[in-house]
Nanobody
Framework: VQLQASGGGLVQAGDSLRLSCAASASGRAVGRITMGWFRQAPGREREFVAAIFRTVGNKYYADSVKGRFTIDRDVATNMVYLQMNSLKPEDTADYYC???????????????????WGQGTLVTVSS
């Protein structure tokens, strides 16, 4: 599976952005694979942002983004999106999409459980 993330940019606090992740895989892959978004700010560890679990589509969010970010998938186009509203300066980071066919639910927030990664897309939120 190849992943291509896009949609980052420079915005002001309170603005919105939508990140996209295109999965290059056969069939309706994003319906059969767990997709996650992670972020990494300079000097900080990679952290979980959101995930949508394979098949059933249950969604999970980090506490820091709950109520502001929404993860969605389009099975027909093999796309996953991260809608980010009410952005804060502390949301500034490189954002990565990730995927895995077989991770278990208890590891959905652990970046080490994901086998496939896209390149980062930079989100910068100015105050």
């Amino acid at each position: 599976v190849q992943l291509q993330a896009s949609g980052g940019g420079l915005v002001q606090a309170g603005d919105s952005l939508r990140l996209s992740c295109a999965a290059s895989a056969s069939g309706r892959a994003v319906g059969r694979i767990t997709m996650g978004w992670f972020r990494q700010a300079p000097g900080r560890e990679r952290e979980f942002v959101a995930a949508i679990f394979r098949t059933v589509g249950n969604k999970y969010y980090a506490d820091s983004v709950k109520g502001r970010f929404t993860i969605d998938r389009d099975v027909a186009t093999n796309m996953v999106y991260l809608q980010m509203n009410s952005l804060k300066p502390e949301d500034t980071a490189d954002y990565y999409c990730a995927a895995d066919f077989s991770l278990i639910l208890s590891t959905v927030t652990d970046w080490r459980a994901y086998a496939y990664w896209g390149q980062g897309t930079l989100v910068t939120v100015s105050s």
